[in-house]
């Protein structure tokens, strides 16, 4: 789900910010594809938190085919798969017992 701008359907990654294209505050919340790019990452060497178990965590902004620039974990099916920017990824469904505080990503 994502903030669409009411008045002309922009989607935006935040509903506290005015719409991007129109400048208006009014959204709602609207199911998008899940699908996008990477946009650039970093590797978090320091740990990773409760309910992502790859190590070291990947952290990433992808840019969904929608417009808006989200940040997420990045999950790779394994610990030597390479990640690079513009690799494309999909969302992955979170787990009800563990909530990370920001979505997970894994290549497409
Ligand atoms: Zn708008």
């Known amino acids: 789900m994502l903030p669409k ?3 002309c359907g922009e989607f935006r990654a935040s509903l506290s910010n005015p719409c ?3 400048s208006s505050p009014n ?3 609207a199911k998008c594809s899940g699908r996008g790019r990477i946009y650039s990452y970093l590797v978090e060497h320091w740990g990773a938190p409760q309910g992502y178990s790859q190590a070291p965590a990947i ?3 992808v840019e969904l ?3 808006p620039r989200v940040m997420g974990y990045v999950v790779l099916p ?3 798969a390479s990640i690079s920017v513009n690799m494309p990824v999909e969302a ?3 787990e009800a017992d563990h909530r ?6 894994r290549p497409r």
Request: aromatic share 4%; hydrophobic share 35%.
């Open 27 to 29: 959204a709602h919340l």
């Open 5 to 7: 701008c009411t008045e």
């Open 92 to 94: 992955v469904a979170q």
């Open 100 to 105: 990370l505080p920001m979505p997970r990503f």
């Open 20 to 22: 991007p294209k129109c």
């Open 59 to 61: 952290i990433a902004v």
């Open 65 to 67: 085919e929608e417009g």
């Open 78 to 80: 394994d610990p030597d």
